[in-house]
């Protein structure tokens, strides 16, 4: 897409002039007589970016460029409609299931040895701990294991939108009201799911991803309803 469909002039320096990450940018008053916009709008500009997470601003370091974190466009708006009400849990939960069902084989085929030793790791500590009641509510190993099997995947959307995604499970807190069993059952599929991985057996992996994802249907549904 040209940059000329963005109506921000100060989005439109930042394609234009291909800064790299960590480039510092001229101050609002240099741009201002370079891109003939007033300072105040481009106060606001920078703000909208800012949000954007595409540039920040230090002291003594002024204004420079990051990484473009299609997450960071996404998170607030997400979180914003949970919280209203004008969008729901499931329908997050529903859109990453279908992201990482449709995605599965390209994000496995990425996959190195050194990702399955740590999805072994992952998967096999936690059901250990587990199964002696000594791990309660296992959500950062959970949200570890599922990135580090689509960590490969080219593609910043989708990374966005998965990581978005477990901010959200997060927030929502929803595995706090679901019995201990679940945890047993769902840990189960993670070592399936990584042994299948390693034995080379991806579709036999997605279906059990299939079957994982079919635990936490009924529990989400019943508190997006409340």
Request: aromatic share 8%; charged share 20%.
């Amino acid at each position: 897409m040209p940059a000329g469909h963005l109506e921000s002039p100060f989005l439109q320096y930042l394609i234009h002039h291909d800064l790299g990450v960590g480039e510092r940018l001229p101050t609002l008053q240099e741009l201002s007589g370079e891109l003939g916009v007033s300072v105040g709008k481009l106060r606001e500009q920078l703000e909208v970016a800012r949000g954007l997470g595409l540039v920040s601003v230090r002291p003594r370091l002024g204004i420079q460029r990051e990484p473009f974190d299609f997450g960071t466009v996404v998170r607030e708006g997400m979180m914003f409609a949970l919280a209203s009400g004008e969008g729901t849990f499931e329908q997050v939960s529903n859109m990453r299931q279908v992201l990482e069902i449709g995605l599965w084989e390209a994000a496995v085929e990425a996959l190195t040895a050194e990702d399955i030793g740590r999805l072994r790791q992952l998967a096999g500590q936690r059901m250990g701990q587990i199964a002696r009641r000594t791990c309660t509510h296992p959500t950062a190993e959970h949200r570890a294991l599922h990135l580090t099997i689509f960590s490969k995947l080219n593609n910043p959307f989708v990374q966005g939108l998965l990581n978005s995604y477990w901010e959200a499970y997060e927030a929502y807190q929803l595995t706090r009201f679901t019995q201990y069993t679940y945890w047993i059952d769902a840990w189960n599929y993670h070592e399936q799911i990584v042994e299948a991985l390693a034995a080379g057996e991806a579709m036999r992996g997605k279906q059990l991803l299939i079957e994982h994802f079919a635990l936490l249907r009924p529990a989400v549904g019943a508190r997006s309803k409340k």
